[in-house]
């Protein structure tokens, strides 16, 4: 019923930028809050960046003043701008989507694939 789609990924050298998207999919009425999370290699699944649907925000404090979660809501799609990357930040970024269903207005927790982002020292 719905899709999330990550894209913008890649390798990238220390103090450089990326900027992921996410779109979004599928059957659903509407999308409340988007967000992004990251997963290293035997480390545990961590919030990156959170965006309501009126718009607030919160940061992991690791990324705070260089990361920037926005949303274009006529497209379904949420972006994490990423400047002065370091090499910490390589893991897997995920999107997350809490999507209120049409008929049933249940909330679903949705998750795309996952990109990768290797940052080089």
């Known amino acids: 019923q719905v899709q999330l789609v990550e894209s913008g990924g890649g390798l990238v050298q220390a103090g450089g930028s990326l900027r992921l998207s996410c779109a979004a999919s599928?059957?659903?009425?509407?999308?409340?809050?988007m967000g992004w999370y990251r997963q290293a290699p035997g480390k545990q699944r961590e919030l990156v960046a959170r965006?309501?649907?009126?718009?607030?925000?919160n940061y992991a404090d690791s990324v705070k003043g260089r990361f920037t979660i926005s949303r274009d809501n006529a497209k379904n799609t949420v972006y994490l701008q990423m400047n002065s990357l370091k090499p910490e930040d390589t893991a897997v970024y995920y999107c997350n989507a809490a999507v209120v269903l049409v008929i049933s207005w249940n909330t679903l927790d949705a998750w795309g694939q996952g990109t990768l982002v290797t940052v080089s020292s």
């Open positions: 965006i309501t649907s009126g718009g607030m925000t």
């Open positions: 599928g059957r659903f009425r509407s999308i409340n809050a």
